[in-house]
């Protein structure tokens, strides 16, 4: 299914409870960012920018930031961007041509219309397939926010595998014309980042 093509971009160093995470809310992100074509009432972006607190650093996989006392710290800081690739200009014989061919892609806005029962029934059957077991995945809030004037989500979860510590995850998702940006905070029950987590949600921009 497409829905599991990011699935398995497990990481490295992190812990399998770290990885199998962060995958899927990838996966899940990416699988409504995929849907959304170019948005005509959204200005374009080219990046998104937040502060990454001093007790995280860089791990091996691009765009992941870890606690400094991992793997005792499990918590984790995750950038990353799905791009349209539709701010591209093209002549007027490109264009021609693509609608000849039949191949115009239709306007569409479903990252737009992601809905809290939508989320969590996806999230929640990546985890139990990938864990093999009911992890009890829970949405406990679903926000609509804006930052500098784009729209988005903030999503708070939590789970809980068989003999592993319950997991809590906030995923800021930022919609602009042609790219989504998403922002992914994941912590282990005992971890004692929220503060960590807070300031960095606070410092989020979008250029």
Do not use: W
């Given at each position: 299914?497409k ?14 409870m ?5 995958s ?9 960012a995929s849907?959304?074509y170019?948005?005509d ?10 502060v990454?607190p001093?007790?995280?650093v860089?791990?091996q996989e691009?765009?992941?930031f870890?606690?400094q006392n991992?793997p005792?710290?499990s918590?984790?800081?995750k950038y ?6 539709l ?5 007027n014989?490109?264009?021609?041509a693509?609608?000849e061919?039949g191949e ?8 737009m219309?992601?809905t809290?029962?939508i989320?969590q ?6 985890y139990?397939s990938q864990y093999?077991?009911?992890?009890g995945?829970v ?6 926010i804006?930052?500098?004037?784009y729209?988005?989500y903030?999503?708070?979860s939590?789970y809980q ?11 800021y ?8 940006f ?10 004692d980042?929220?503060?960590?987590f807070?300031?960095?949600?606070s410092s989020?921009?979008v250029?």
């Amino acid at each position: 299914m497409k829905r599991n093509t990011y699935l398995h971009r497990l990481l490295h160093g992190a812990g399998l409870m770290l990885a199998v995470a962060l995958s899927v809310a990838a996966g899940v992100v990416f699988l409504f960012a995929s849907m959304a074509y170019a948005r005509d009432n959204l200005e374009p972006a080219s990046y998104c920018s937040f502060v990454i607190p001093p007790d995280f650093v860089p791990s091996q996989e691009k765009g992941l930031f870890i606690n400094q006392n991992n793997p005792m710290e499990s918590s984790s800081i995750k950038y990353d961007f799905y791009d349209n690739g539709l701010d591209v200009i093209l002549t007027n014989r490109e264009k021609a041509a693509i609608k000849e061919a039949g191949e115009e892609k239709p306007v569409a806005d479903e990252s737009m219309s992601l809905t809290k029962e939508i989320y969590q029934e996806t999230v929640a059957a990546a985890y139990n397939s990938q864990y093999g077991q009911d992890v009890g995945f829970v949405v406990s809030s679903f926000d609509k926010i804006t930052v500098d004037g784009y729209p988005g989500y903030r999503i708070v979860s939590s789970y809980q595998a068989a003999d592993e510590e319950k997991v809590h995850q906030t995923v800021y998702m930022l919609l602009s014309k042609y790219r989504t940006f998403t922002i992914s905070m994941q912590r282990a029950e005992d971890d004692d980042c929220e503060a960590l987590f807070e300031e960095c949600a606070s410092s989020i921009h979008v250029h």
